[in-house]
């Protein structure tokens, strides 16, 4: 993988075009050394790398954690280091750009938690002997993305797995007649 521009030590995270139009490949940390001189706020030190954190059953949920500053504010991803590879459980956080950071990251944490600890999905014995996943308490959250091998419809996240929409379709087949509500959140809001 492409080493990071300036540090030549970390990956690449962002390109980042320069006011006198050079274009550098760069880490997040670098990208925030140079936001915060650029914004004239102090970074209060953080290690980017890898959190674990205890969900359900004991399950232990390794996150990659980075610090992102940009023009608008200070803010933490965490993406789910999953086997596979696959999409798992994401959680993001954003903050004023003169918010306490050591904080911001507490409340990440308290997210991520909430977040790993909440199931909406359960396998139920239907009538005819078969089991199937259906949602526990006939409401669902989770996140959308991109689906490499159709780019038209999009993959779901529930519960930290990957599901193709037609399997999130057929766990609401039971529900027939029924209404439902579906509302769109950004990654930084509570979906919940
Ligand atoms: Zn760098």
Wanted: glycine share 8%; net charge negative; hydrophobic share 35%.
């Amino acid at each position: 993988m492409r080493k990071c521009d300036i540090c030549e030590k970390n990956d690449v995270n962002i390109n980042l075009v320069l006011p006198d139009g050079d274009n550098k490949a760069i880490c997040w940390e670098c990208n925030n050394n140079l936001m915060a001189e650029e914004l004239g706020i102090q970074l209060m030190p953080f290690d980017n790398g890898v959190y674990e954190y205890t969900g359900l059953n004991g399950q232990k949920h390794k996150f990659r954690i980075y610090k992102i500053v940009n023009p608008v504010g200070i803010g933490f991803e965490a993406n789910e280091i999953t086997e596979e590879d696959d999409p798992g459980y994401k959680v993001c956080i954003l903050g004023e750009l003169d918010c306490d950071q050591q904080d911001l990251f507490k409340q990440l944490e308290g997210k991520i938690k909430k977040t790993i600890s909440a199931k909406y999905l359960e396998t139920a014995s239907l009538p005819d002997g078969q089991t199937r996943l259906l949602l526990k308490n006939d409401d669902v959250v989770g996140r959308l993305e991109y689906n490499e091998f159709d780019g038209e419809v999009p993959l779901v996240i529930i519960d930290g797995q990957v599901f193709s929409w037609e399997e999130l379709g057929r766990m609401l087949n039971i529900y027939e007649g029924f209404q439902f509500k579906l509302s769109i959140h950004d990654i930084i809001e509570d979906a919940e």
